[in-house]
Structures are given as C-alpha cells and as structure tokens.
C-alpha cells in the first residue's frame, strides 16, 4: 500500500517568511496529492490540491509542487501570517478510484508563525 | 447547511464500557468515513462506506464496529473500550464519482479518554 512521508514534523518561521512542507509517497499508482489544514482544536479543512499532470498549480499565498520521477510533493506558503498557524497534513492516492477510501495521510506538519 | 455533525463531542470512559458516536451528514454524499487522529500519527482510517448498505475496513479496524444506517447516517461503535482507544475521532464525508477528487468534508471530533 501506500506510505506518505512528510516532513518536518514542527516549523516556526517569523511571520512575513516563507514555509515550505515536503512530503513523499511510495505508490507510483497514486495522481492526486491534496493539502488539508486543521487550525487547533478545529477539524481539517482541504486548502489546495494537485494532480500528477500538473507540475505546480498556486492559489494566493500558497503554492503546490510535484515531482512524479522523484515521488515527492511539496507546500509553500509565502507572506505567512498568525492565521497560518497550524497542523498541515499532505495525501496521496490514485484518483481511478473515486474515493477517498485509499486515501493515505502524512502524519502532520506543526506549523507555528512567530509574530 | 450544517455539513458533517458528529456526537458527542467530549466522552471520558471506563475501559471495558462500550459507546457509540453518531454521524449524520446532509450534503447527499455517497461515502463517509470514520478516521482517528493521535499525535504524530495523522489520520488513521478505521472503517468506510462507499455507499449506503456496504462498509468496509480501514487501515485500524480492530475494536471497533460500524453501521450504515441510511445515506445521512454512519455510526462507529467501541464494544469494550481500551486504553490505546484514547484519541480523538474524526467522521467524513465525500462524493465518490470515479475520476473524481473526493474531497474529504470532515465533522468537528469528538475527543475520546478511555481510563
């Protein structure tokens, strides 16, 4: 099955810096990498998401990038502010099976912005 | 539009007591899905139901028993409590349409102490 990797497991960055989450998948079926956000005490929220047949794909202050040859997908948030304080998970799985069944989590990066 | 509402929210048990927490979703998804959350573990699957009248296991099934009871409605029940069922639950809802992204729509949690 799949492994999700990510990495780090905390980050303080001074708000204004940027912030970068990197996670790694092992199953080379999987083609949609999505990005949930839970602010503390709250339930996660999908913030952004991308599939294997784009290489980056940006929203505002955040940005996903991927890399199939290598396995590995990435967040960065630009500009962080307090309010982008928070656990950031990352998942993989193969779309083909519409459903979030074989969906595989990361095991969550604290992201803490130091005013 | 209420989304996905989980009860109870907070529940302290004595091992070897048994609850169920209930879910109700009102967004007409196919799947839901209960998942627990532990530190540094992410989001573990225990059971889903790609649609009404069928479930399945997750990733952590063990100790744990779950009902579809309509398309709104999927409960997860602990028949004797355990320690190591300490964590907090998290219940989910998508639309599962092949090719589909299956954006996961979570409840609140319930935070879950089992003594």
């Known amino acids: 099955g799949e492994n999700v990797e990510q990495h780090p497991s905390t980050l303080s960055v001074q708000e204004g810096d940027s912030a970068v989450i990197k996670c790694t998948y092992s199953d080379s079926a999987s083609n949609y990498f999505p990005w949930y956000k839970q602010e503390l005490g709250k339930r996660p929220q999908l913030i952004i998401d991308?599939?294997?047949?784009?290489g980056e794909k940006k929203d505002q202050r955040i940005a996903v990038t991927l890399n199939k040859t290598a396995k590995h997908f990435s967040l960065h948030i630009t500009e962080t502010q307090p309010e982008d304080s928070a656990v950031y998970f990352c998942?993989?799985?193969?779309?083909?099976?519409?459903?979030?069944?074989?969906?595989?989590f990361g095991s969550g990066t604290q992201l803490t912005v130091l005013p | 539009n209420a989304g996905v509402t989980q009860t109870p929210k907070f529940q302290v048990l004595k091992t070897g007591q048994s609850m169920t927490l209930q879910c109700a979703q009102d967004m007409n998804h196919n799947s839901m899905y209960w998942y627990r959350q532990d530190p540094g573990m992410g989001l573990r699957l225990i059971y889903y139901s790609a649609s009404e009248g069928t479930t399945d296991k997750g990733e952590v099934p063990n100790g744990y028993n779950v009902s579809r009871l309509n398309k709104r409605e999927f409960s997860l029940r602990l028949e004797s409590a355990a320690p190591s069922q300490t964590s907090v639950y998290f219940c989910a809802s998508s639309e599962a349409l092949s090719g589909a992204t299956g954006e996961l729509f979570f409840g609140e949690g319930s935070r879950l102490t089992v003594l």
């Open positions: 998942a993989a799985r193969p779309i083909s099976s519409g459903s979030a069944r074989q969906l595989t």
């Open positions: 991308i599939r294997s047949n784009v």
